[in-house]
């Protein structure tokens, strides 16, 4: 195992000594998190259970090979092939952590699949896997995590806790096609204000990105986008992990309830939904009314982005 302040090569490590779960960690954005977060010397809960772009044939053990890598390179890390959609199975996930290395500082809820449709065209079954494991599979990692660092904080051992989410431009301008993982996203984002609120008391703090990669949902969207004065590769997964990094380290503890939105070399915060300025009339409108006031909130009201695949 590294020293203490030393990543997996004996470098200094902005992560060095701190304990890290990355779900969905076995193929594309979650592998290179695992990754980078080993060289910067943090020891990983690898957690995948193998399955298919669509969610399909769980098994393929693809947490074990990135568990190797760590290894390889001199790093520590350890295999975890719980469901983190189910809730006793992410409460396994992070009894993982405690079990193998003592404590969790930081959790990176990766984890997901899709299985794109119409909406008038989606079966429930499509809705529900989708919403399943992106929603819930960042709800039950986070509920469990939070009531181990809620008890630590409690017993006065503060800690200095990292939750990382991820959602989408999906979620935050809507895509068409995915309305289930979309919404799913959205909710994650949600997610992602909320639980900063709530445990910050608990010296927690919890953001989420927005990536633009090539992974296996969404390699038939960004083919290699490589700059040719460069031979930079804006969509090279591999990009999107130093900004999770730094978010999982102890320098990011001023920074929480933000989304984060990344691609290739390009950083940026999202603004999420805001009050509009209103017209009131004092008291109660008749429908009648309201067509004209509404064409002129919408008149003066910013352009809202785009939909994805309009």
């Known amino acids: 195992m590294p020293e203490a302040g030393r990543d997996a090569q004996g470098e200094s490590g902005i992560c060095a000594g701190r304990v890290v779960i990355v779900t969905g960690a076995g193929r594309g954005i979650g592998r290179e998190h695992a990754l980078e977060f080993a060289r910067q010397g943090a020891r ?17 053990p693809v947490a074990a090979a990135v568990v190797e890598e760590i290894r390889a390179m001199g790093g520590d890390a350890v295999v975890n092939t719980d469901d983190v959609a189910d809730w006793a199975g992410a409460k396994s996930l992070v009894q993982t952590a405690l079990d193998t290395f003592g404590r969790l500082d930081v959790l990176v809820n990766n984890a997901g699949f899709v299985r794109d449709r119409m909406i008038v065209s989606m079966s429930e079954e499509e809705w529900d896997a989708v919403v399943r494991v992106h929603l819930k599979g960042h709800a039950a990692p986070l ?17 200095n806790a990292r939750v990382i989410n991820t959602s989408s431009g999906a979620g935050l301008q809507g895509s068409v096609g995915q309305g289930n993982y979309g919404a799913a996203k959205a909710g994650i984002a949600a997610l992602t204000i909320i639980a900063a609120t709530e445990l910050a008391r608990y010296g927690v703090t919890v953001n989420a990105i927005a990536p633009s990669a090539r992974t296996r949902m969404t390699e038939g969207v960004f083919a290699s986008m490589v700059r040719p004065e ?24 001023h920074v929480t309830g933000q989304v984060f939105e990344i691609e290739g070399g390009r950083i940026a915060v999202a603004s999420g939904w805001r009050h509009g300025t209103p017209v009131d009339k004092g008291g109660r409108w008749s429908p009648a009314e309201i067509g004209p006031v509404v064409d002129k909130l919408i008149a003066d009201a910013p352009t809202p982005e785009p939909v994805y695949g309009a």
């Open 230 to 253: 460069s031979g930079f590769d804006a969509m090279d997964p591999a990009n999107i992990a130093p900004l999770v990094v730094w978010l999982g380290s102890e320098l990011s503890a």
């Open 44 to 60: 990983v809960v690898v957690n995948d259970v193998g399955v298919a772009r669509d969610g399909a044939s769980a098994g393929e």
């Open 143 to 159: 509920r469990h995590a939070a009531a181990y660092w809620r008890d630590e904080a409690k017993a006065g051992r503060r800690p």
